[in-house]
């Protein structure tokens, strides 16, 4: 099936820091969603992007959906101890189904 | 207010038994969703329904069997022919329509299954 390479597979950073993660695939995506989870818990949307190029601030995140529609980052800048989770990107292939390809997750640590 | 609701938040089935997950939806939503989630993995979509008595199978749909039969509701059984029934499972909806902004997807909190 359809896949999302999603990197780095987690991080442990100090809190403070600036944390970049990103997502690629092969395909061509119209939608690119992140969600962050929070353990035992269901993925909150983060940020969604609709259009190749757009770039998108929600606080201390930011995200970008690609130009070539293929790929997306996130960015968090000055990272707290509440931004402990899992970061999942998520690809809309098809607007019609509206049907989701997950990335495997980025689980961050930080360190106060 | 107004959110997905899933129930119960943990659930514990003996081996060979069927089990049905609730996933309860009062965002006026036409679409709605079924993943599971094992540690380590991204979500993996079972069954999805675009509209009332209509759904369609995922990439992983042996196993598993849905019903659509309210707006609101999109139940989920876990049936004893899954061969590996432990895991988290989340429900989404989302409204219809084209265009990507009206397809986001919002998840409930999940439940977590696990087969004695």
């Known amino acids: 099936g359809q896949q999302l390479n999603q990197s780095p597979q987690s991080m442990f950073i100090q809190e403070g820091e600036d944390v970049s993660m990103n997502c690629t695939s092969s395909s061509i995506f119209n939608t690119w969603l992140w969600y962050k989870q929070d353990p035992g818990e269901g993925p909150v949307l983060l940020i969604a992007?609709?259009?190749?190029?757009e770039l998108t601030s929600n606080g201390r995140l930011t995200a970008q959906f690609g130009i070539t529609r293929k790929d997306s980052f996130l960015n968090i800048s000055a990272s707290i101890p509440s931004d402990v989770g899992i970061y999942f990107c998520a690809g809309q292939l098809s607007s019609n189904t509206g049907k989701l390809i997950f990335g495997q997750g980025t689980t961050l640590q930080v360190k106060p | 207010d107004g959110g997905i609701t899933q129930s119960p938040k943990y659930l514990f089935r003996k081996e060979g038994q069927n089990v049905t997950l609730s996933c309860e939806q009062n965002l006026n939503h036409d679409a709605m969703y079924w993943y599971r989630q094992d540690p380590g993995q991204g979500l993996r979509l079972i069954y999805y329904?675009?509209?009332?008595?209509?759904?369609q199978k995922g990439d992983i749909a042996e196993g598993y069997s849905v019903s659509r039969e309210k707006k609101e509701s999109f139940p989920l059984t876990v049936t004893s022919a899954q061969k590996n029934p432990t895991a988290f499972y989340l429900c989404?909806?989302?409204?219809?329509?084209?265009?990507?902004?009206?397809?986001?997807?919002?998840f409930g909190p999940g439940t977590r299954l696990t087969v004695l």
């Open positions: 329904s675009q509209i009332v008595n209509d759904f």
């Open positions: 989404a909806s989302s409204r219809t329509g084209t265009g990507g902004r009206t397809r986001t997807q919002y």
């Open positions: 992007l609709y259009k190749a190029g």
